[in-house]
């Protein structure tokens, strides 16, 4: 089992900066790719970024350019930086990891609000 945490949602203006943080506990040597979704009120929850075990990165086009995301395996812990805050960045922040089989298993944290005001 692996368990997330996340922490650094809140309140920021329009053009702001937050740093989200996942901390992973459990077995975390399964754990192969990790990244951020998000869900906004009346809408599905969509991919933001993820980062593998390699390094590749991949970035909803929504983000691309504001958004950064990194992992410290030695801490196992992923990070997205967002820069640029727009109000359409508004929703819960979920930090989401999964191991490497053909039927990988999904783990989920319990997802940080990140509101950004106009």
């Known amino acids: 089992q692996v368990q997330l945490v996340e922490s650094g949602g809140g309140l920021v203006q329009a053009g702001g900066s937050l740093r989200l943080t996942c901390a992973a506990s459990?077995?975390?040597?399964?754990?192969?790719?990790m990244g951020w979704y998000r869900q906004a009120p009346g809408k599905e929850r969509e991919l933001v970024a993820a980062?593998?075990?390699?390094?590749?990165?991949n970035y909803a086009d929504a983000v691309k350019g504001r958004f950064t995301i990194s992992r410290d395996d030695a801490k196992s812990t992923v990070t997205l930086q967002m820069n640029s805050l727009k109000p359409e960045d508004t929703a819960v922040y979920y930090c989401n990891a999964a191991n490497a089989a053909l039927r990988p298993v999904v783990y989920w944290g319990q997802g940080t609000q990140v509101t950004v005001s106009s």
């Open positions: 459990g077995d975390t040597f399964r754990i192969f790719i």
């Open positions: 980062c593998t075990g390699g390094g590749t990165t």
